[in-house]
């Protein structure tokens, strides 16, 4: 079983907790997004990070003239600090963690486009939904294509889905004939409905992650067992390719 997971836009350098254990292995493509990024005029580029202030946008323009995509590298999955990867805390990770997250995991990303947890990458500012135009593509969508899909298809049948509709249409809009994917739901009761606990829902992926790796869960069965925050697993609610967990009212 495979997990895929959005990467945060929040980023750091971290280069001593953990050792980065290879490159990317897309980075090819990420260097054909660098070099159209950095044909932008800074007026270009920030219309690119449409939702970000001048504050944000002028550092991130400098820094993709500064930008080694081979040095000072973070392992991705120390690199991004969402609240999704508080929540799952890998910092404090058991070695058999690490270990089943190496195997397991998978992020997906606007610039990278898979990245394995100990993949070494460089904080960057570009999300899948972001307007960069490269090599004739309209959007990073149609320039990744298949490609997400396939390189996750090729390394296991079965995709567990925790990541954000922005990311996880990369996937479902390529899904491949061997691939079967199954998103995790998490909701709550809100005026007699449910309704996606959206800030809840993003610490529930974090906290999933983490149960799922200390627990070295590669069932779906397995993953029905996940009970944190009030979350539990709804069978009367879920389809073979959705399961939802409902969270309920916590007693004080």
Known sequence: MQIIIAPARKMQVDTDSLPVEQLPAM????????KQFRRLSYEE???VWWNCSTKIAEPNYRWLFQ??????LTPALLAFTGLQYQYMAPDVFSERALNYVRNHLRILSGFYGVLRPFDGVVPYRLGLGDRLQVNGYHNLYQ???????KQLASEDTLCLNLASHEYA???FDHQQESQRIVTCIFDQVKDGKLKQATTRAK????RMVRFLAENSVTSLAAVKEFHDDG???SAQHSSPDQLVFIRQKIQN
């Open 143 to 149: 320039f990744w294509g298949s490609s997400i899909a």
């Open 45 to 47: 580029a920030h219309r």
């Open 231 to 233: 979350f539990v697993y």
């Open 203 to 206: 610490m529930a992926r974090g």
């Open 169 to 171: 249409k990369a996937v």
């Open 67 to 72: 930008m080694n995509l081979r040095r000072q």
């Open 27 to 34: 980075l090819d493509k990420t260097e054909e997004i660098l």
